[in-house]
């Protein structure tokens, strides 16, 4: 990479993290970030994706570094499997949880890719763990748990439905105190719930808010990175005329650094 256009992606990236805001003072490395996201392994049909899904301020929001133990929950393909192995490094962990139900019922091209990614040697610090939702673990506490744009599949058919509340706290006692559930999903008509999780694979922000903030998390912040205002909110995110530009909501919940027992 030239190395003005690095030095320029640093201080975009630095400047991004005042605008959305800091709640702590750890230190976040762009320049890892940058590497991670420029990584020649990376497949050349992911890449093209990274003008719309912007991964490197994603992960910057995320606060994701050097280290931690993250699990990518649903990861699809690998697309940010692959980012968040280069982000942890040697020294950090990340589990690719692949739900039992989704092998089942989806192509298997869906999922190939981070099946790929669990036999490559050159991704060591990634495990690839299966089950049924219902009994979602990981081997260790986790500083994040990533989930990009299949929150909304929890209530789908194929899924189960999952049970979502039971599912988000098991996520929250997943994570260590002040870790991160971090979400990216597609944005449906406001005040229609879960109305168009199935059809149009989309979910109401304030029904994700309000199911998670159930199982003990705290909004951290949100952010309006991925946000498209054209989009209408009335089209399946698989239509040609807005797929990749969909309007997208960016959370980041944190779990309380004293543990808080949600009601119910």
């Given at each position: ?106 192509p298997p091209g869906e999922i190939a890719g981070t099946r790929a990614i669990a ?113 209408d909110h009335k089209l399946a995110v698989f239509d040609p005329s807005i797929r ?13 650094q004293q543990n808080v027992h949600p009601q119910g």
């Amino acid at each position: 990479m030239d190395g003005k256009f690095g030095l320029c992606l640093t201080a975009f990236l630095s400047l991004s993290v005042c605008t959305l805001g800091r709640a702590d003072n750890a230190p976040l490395s762009t320049v890892v970030i940058d590497a991670a996201v420029s990584d020649p392994r990376r497949p050349e049909e992911q890449v093209k994706l990274d003008v719309t899904r912007k991964p490197a301020l994603s992960v910057l929001f995320s606060r994701a570094k050097a280290g931690d133990r993250i699990a990518d929950v649903m990861p699809g393909n690998g697309y940010f499997t692959r980012i968040l192995s280069d982000v942890v490094g040697p020294g950090g962990r990340v589990y690719a949880y692949i739900p039992a139900e989704q092998i089942a019922h989806c192509p298997p091209g869906e999922i190939a890719g981070t099946r790929a990614i669990a036999r490559d040697s050159r991704y060591g610090n990634v495990t690839l763990l299966t089950g049924p939702l219902a009994k979602f673990q990981v081997p260790e506490r986790l500083d994040l748990i990533w989930m990009s744009q299949s929150y909304h599949d929890l209530h789908d058919s194929f899924l189960g439905p999952a049970n979502v509340a039971a599912l988000n706290k098991t996520i929250f006692e997943a994570l260590k105190p002040g870790g991160v559930f971090l979400i990216i999903d597609h944005v449906a008509e406001a005040g229609s719930g879960l109305r168009d999780t199935e059809t149009l694979h989309r979910i109401d922000p304030m029904r994700m808010k309000t199911e998670i903030e159930a199982a003990g998390f705290v909004l951290d912040a949100q952010s309006e990175l991925l946000r498209n205002p054209d989009d209408d909110h009335k089209l399946a995110v698989f239509d040609p005329s807005i797929r990749g530009r969909t309007d997208q909501v960016l959370f980041r919940f944190r779990k309380p650094q004293q543990n808080v027992h949600p009601q119910g």
